[in-house]
């Protein structure tokens, strides 16, 4: 069970912690599209060699010539040979990276990085590095272990613009495999070297490295980047949320998604560098690339405490939301779901400005025609709101035909959302007073009794708890059992009277 599942409560058994709701590591959509779209480790491909699929495959005799030629000392043969290994290592399809690492090419990469007078051979061996530290975990402490990551630290100061931007792109994919490794180059002098290049006069394609490795410098929770750290990259960021590229701007902006990823102070953190205003504008967004870590970075910030939330509302985020709610996109469309749920969490002020904004009617839609996981985060936002919000506002998502919507999801297997929903229209019910009985007549008219009655038997001792209670006390009522009595024969004699003939029946 979920743990922001806790004991059942009178008002309900959603609580504040529970209402705003924080993602579990890997359990998101939109993180395996950013790690399929803008990968964690990148390989230096030249485009002929991509595109070129005729590109003969050299066998292991090959390699192993091929490396022992590189320990030559003359250095023409060895800048041959190293220009040889990393051609092999940016084919396109399978490069032989095990193959060449068994053959001992490592060690003599890294020796080359010590080469300055020859920085042709310093190029070559970065290059070939970065290859091999794109692959997998192994083949990229294949790199680390060798000692490369202070050599390509100190090849950060090289006189040769190529030559850092190379190193740059190792120690991208050094820092992308992990925490661990993360750490490891950090501790190695990385970050005031590369923030040093966020600068007018940097050359577009050396700076859309530079911030993917800044957004790869604050990835990961597990631990989370040292706040000195954070506290480095952010006035980076500030300054590249503003850029006009879209490549800059989406790398950008999934670095702030993952710093507003955590507990209250890191969001904190990210809010007093003012760069929220910039962030939430790009909630605007035509590039999909550009909007998915601007929705999440903004669905992050509402995670935390009122003021934070209250924070990202007096930027004007809801004014996006509109068109971010009918998104063609269905990720986008359930991470503005998601964000709506938070704030529906907290004040009753905020809830008032999600209605304000027209968003309940767009929100409710989502529950009824969005896709599954759209319809659970649309169902927090409704049940969040129960539970929060004024008996006025809890009226007007009545009024939004609310109910009818809630009632049609309490078949589905998720108890969690079952829970909620049972959770949010038990709400409605104890909130409505004069109006209970023509919210029952809803929940009936809907089906949605027969789905209550029907979950009396549930598995779940919460949920059949929950519903037993209110048919107990909203559908058990002899006031209810009389109404509805009346209702019936009413019903039955309009119907003889509309069946029988003037006059009456002639037996």
């Given at each position: 069970m979920?743990?922001?599942?806790?004991?059942?409560?009178?008002?309900?058994?959603?609580?504040?912690?529970?209402?705003?709701r924080?993602?579990?590591?890997?359990?998101?959509?939109l993180?395996?599209?950013?790690?399929?779209?803008?990968?964690?480790?990148?390989?230096?491909?030249?485009?002929?060699?991509?595109?070129?699929?005729?590109?003969?495959?050299?066998?292991?005799?090959?390699?192993?010539?091929?490396?022992r030629?590189?320990?030559?000392s003359?250095?023409?043969?060895?800048?041959?040979?190293?220009?040889?290994?990393?051609?092999?290592?940016?084919?396109?399809?399978?490069?032989?990276?095990?193959?060449?690492?068994?053959?001992?090419?490592?060690?003599i990469?890294?020796?080359?990085?010590?080469?300055?007078?020859?920085?042709?051979l310093?190029f070559?061996?970065?290059?070939?590095?970065?290859?091999?530290?794109?692959?997998?975990s192994?083949?990229?402490?294949?790199?680390?272990?060798?000692?490369?990551?202070?050599?390509?630290?100190?090849?950060?100061s090289?006189?040769?613009?190529?030559?850092?931007?190379?190193s740059?792109?190792?120690?991208?994919?050094?820092?992308?495999?992990?925490?661990?490794?993360?750490?490891?180059?950090?501790?190695?002098?990385?970050v005031?070297?590369?923030?040093?290049?966020?600068?007018d006069?940097?050359?577009?394609?050396?700076?859309?490295?530079?911030?993917?490795?800044?957004?790869?410098?604050?990835?990961?929770?597990?631990?989370?980047?040292?706040?000195?750290?954070?506290?480095?990259?952010?006035?980076?960021?500030f300054?590249?949320?503003?850029?006009?590229?879209?490549?800059?701007?989406?790398?950008?902006?999934?670095?702030?998604?993952?710093?507003?990823?955590?507990?209250?102070?890191?969001?904190?953190n990210?809010?007093?560098s003012?760069?929220?205003?910039?962030?939430?504008?790009?909630?605007?967004?035509?590039d999909?690339?550009?909007?998915?870590?601007?929705?999440?970075?903004?669905?992050?910030?509402?995670?935390?405490?009122?003021?934070?939330?209250?924070?990202?509302?007096?930027?004007?985020?809801?004014?996006?939301?509109p068109?971010?709610?009918?998104?063609?996109?269905?990720?986008?469309?359930?991470?503005?779901?998601?964000?709506?749920?938070?704030?529906?969490a907290?004040?009753?002020?905020?809830?008032?400005?999600?209605?304000?904004?027209?968003?309940?009617?767009?929100?409710?839609?989502?529950?009824?025609?969005?896709?599954?996981?759209?319809?659970?985060?649309?169902?927090?936002?409704?049940?969040?709101?129960?539970?929060?919000?004024t008996?006025?506002?809890?009226?007007?998502?009545?009024?939004?035909?609310?109910?009818?919507?809630?009632?049609?999801?309490?078949?589905?297997?998720?108890?969690?959302i079952?829970?909620?929903?049972?959770?949010?229209?038990?709400?409605?019910l104890?909130?409505?007073?004069?109006?209970?009985?023509?919210?029952?007549?809803?929940?009936?008219?809907?089906g949605?009794?027969?789905?209550?009655?029907?979950?009396q038997?549930?598995?779940?001792?919460?949920?059949?708890?929950?519903?037993f209670?209110?048919?107990?006390?909203?559908?058990?009522?002899?006031?209810?059992?009389?109404?509805?009595?009346e209702?019936f024969?009413?019903?039955?004699?309009?119907?003889?009277?509309?069946?029988?003939?003037?006059?009456?029946?002639?037996?």
């Open positions: 979920s743990d922001r599942i806790k004991s059942f409560k009178n008002k309900g058994w959603v609580d504040a912690d529970d209402a705003r924080r993602r579990k590591e890997g359990a998101v959509e993180r395996k599209e950013k790690r399929n779209e803008n990968m964690l480790k990148r390989r230096n491909i030249p485009l002929e060699d991509f595109h070129n699929e005729t590109v003969p495959q050299s066998d292991n005799k090959d390699l192993q010539s091929l490396v030629e590189a320990q030559s003359d250095p023409n043969v060895k800048l041959s040979c190293v220009q040889q290994a990393r051609k092999e290592l940016s084919k396109g399809n399978n490069p032989p990276i095990d193959e060449l690492i068994r053959a001992g090419i490592v060690p990469l890294v020796e080359c990085l010590d080469d300055d007078e020859n920085a042709a310093q070559e061996a970065t290059w070939a590095l970065t290859n091999i530290a794109s692959g997998n192994d083949q990229t402490r294949e790199v680390v272990t060798k000692g490369a990551v202070p050599k390509f630290v100190r090849l950060l090289s006189p040769h613009e190529h030559v850092r931007e190379q740059v792109w190792a120690l991208g994919n050094i820092i992308g495999d992990g925490p661990e490794c993360r750490d490891f180059v950090i501790h190695h002098g990385v005031d070297p590369v923030i040093s290049f966020v600068k006069t940097t050359q577009l394609t050396f700076l859309r490295n530079i911030v993917w490795v800044i957004a790869n410098l604050c990835r990961n929770k597990d631990p989370p980047p040292a706040p000195e750290v954070v506290q480095k990259v952010l006035p980076a960021l300054s590249l949320v503003q850029h006009t590229d879209n490549e800059v701007l989406t790398d950008a902006c999934w670095a702030l998604s993952y710093l507003t990823d955590g507990a209250d102070d890191q969001i904190q990210v809010l007093n003012g760069v929220a205003p910039f962030l939430v504008q790009h909630l605007g967004q035509t999909v690339r550009v909007l998915t870590p601007a929705v999440r970075a903004v669905g992050n910030i509402v995670t935390g405490s009122e003021n934070q939330t209250q924070a990202a509302l007096d930027c004007g985020c809801l004014s996006f939301f068109a971010l709610l009918q998104h063609h996109k269905e990720s986008i469309k359930k991470e503005a779901v998601w964000t709506i749920s938070n704030i529906t907290g004040s009753k002020s905020q809830i008032q400005a999600v209605i304000d904004h027209g968003l309940i009617p767009l929100v409710i839609n989502a529950l009824e025609t969005g896709d599954f996981n759209t319809q659970k985060e649309a169902a927090w936002s409704v049940s969040n709101m129960t539970v929060n919000g008996p006025e506002q809890i009226k007007y998502l009545i009024e939004q035909q609310a109910v009818r919507s809630m009632c049609a999801l309490l078949g589905v297997r998720d108890p969690t079952v829970q909620v929903l049972l959770d949010g229209l038990n709400n409605m104890e909130t409505s007073k004069d109006d209970c009985e023509d919210i029952c007549r809803m929940i009936e008219d809907c949605g009794l027969d789905r209550i009655e029907d979950l038997k549930h598995q779940n001792k919460q949920i059949y708890k929950l519903a209670d209110i048919i107990d006390k909203y559908f058990s009522s002899e006031d209810y059992l009389e109404n509805d009595e209702n024969n009413f019903q039955i004699n309009s119907s003889e009277q509309q069946l029988a003939p003037e006059g009456g029946f002639n037996f």
